[in-house]
């Protein structure tokens, strides 16, 4: 069965940093391309960054670009998102999804076939 789990949610001040964690199982990474998206309270689930199966080609939301980094290990079958500079508008659920359109970063969520249960952060001012 195939399963992603996020992992490295949590609380933070504004300006704080988190990274998360998306570990497949039951699947190799290298075969997919990745992204997060996140949904935060009242809101629609929205794109957040992504990645193609090198890592070479990555894209973001204009909301993050430049404060979130993407990065994958496909030695160790795990993807990051490494979030900087946190803004209290950043708190949401984030997800981790995997798209087998590899080759380039895909935003639309309908590319996404394979999803985890999110991991929830969330930023105080």
């Known amino acids: 069965q195939v399963q992603l789990v996020e992992s490295g949610g949590g609380s933070v001040q504004a300006g704080g940093s988190l990274r998360l964690s998306c570990a497949p199982s039951g699947l190799t990474l290298v075969n997919f391309g990745t992204g997060w998206f996140r949904q935060g309270p009242g809101k629609d689930r929205e794109f957040v960054a992504g990645s193609s199966w090198t890592g070479g080609a990555t894209d973001y939301a204009d909301s993050v670009r430049g404060r979130f980094t993407i990065s994958r290990d496909n030695a160790k079958n795990t993807v990051y998102l490494q979030m900087n500079s946190l803004k209290p508008e950043d708190t949401a659920l984030y997800y981790c999804?995997?798209?087998?359109?590899?080759?380039?970063?895909?935003?639309?969520?309908?590319?996404?076939?394979?999803w985890g249960q999110g991991t929830q952060v969330t930023v105080s001012s």
């Open positions: 999804s995997l798209t087998p359109k590899n080759w380039d970063v895909q935003r639309d969520q309908g590319e996404y076939h394979i």
